[in-house]
C-alpha cells in the first residue's frame, strides 16, 4: 500500500521559511517522480514542483521559482520542499504526490497517491 506521510508545515510571518517533508512507504521510491501540489482556501489545486526518481531534473511553477527548492533522498524515500521568502497568499494545504512514472511533471499527478496534506499559514 502507498503511504506518503507529510509535516514541518505551521505558522510562519511573512518572509519565512519552512521545510516540508514526505516519507513514502509501500513502493519502490527512486522509481517515481514526485511532486508538491498545494490548495489555498477556496481555490482550487495549484501544482507547485516536482523531481525525477532520481532526483537530478526539478522543475516548479513560476509563482515559486526562486524560492522553492525541491530535492529527495532515495535513501530514506523522503522528499522535501525546502521554501523561502513566504507569501500571505501560499497560505494552504500541501499535499506530497507520487506521479504516474519516473518523470517530473508540471501537472497535479492522479489523485490515488496523495499524502494527506500539512498545513502552512503565512500570517504576521
Known amino acids: 500500500e502507498v503511504q506518503l506521510v507529510e509535516s514541518g508545515g505551521g505558522l510562519v510571518q511573512p518572509g519565512g521559511s519552512l521545510r516540508l517533508s514526505c516519507a513514502a512507504s509501500?513502493?519502490?521510491?527512486?522509481?517515481?517522480?514526485m511532486s508538491w501540489v498545494r490548495q489555498a482556501p477556496g481555490k482550487g489545486l495549484e501544482w507547485v514542483s516536482g523531481?525525477?526518481?532520481?532526483?537530478?531534473?526539478?522543475n516548479y511553477a513560476d509563482s515559486v521559482k526562486g524560492r522553492v527548492t525541491v530535492s529527495r533522498d532515495n535513501a530514506k524515500s523522503t522528499v522535501y520542499l525546502q521554501m523561502n521568502s513566504l507569501k500571505p497568499e501560499e497560505t494552504a494545504v500541501y499535499y506530497c504526490?507520487?506521479?504516474?512514472?519516473?518523470?517530473?511533471?508540471?501537472?497535479?499527478?492522479?489523485?490515488?497517491?496523495w499524502g494527506q496534506g500539512t498545513q502552512v499559514t503565512v500570517s504576521a
Open positions: 504526490a507520487r506521479n504516474a512514472g519516473w518523470r517530473v511533471t508540471t501537472t497535479p499527478p492522479p489523485r490515488g497517491n
Open positions: 509501500g513502493f519502490t521510491f527512486s522509481s517515481y517522480g
Open positions: 523531481i525525477n526518481g532520481g532526483g537530478g531534473i526539478t
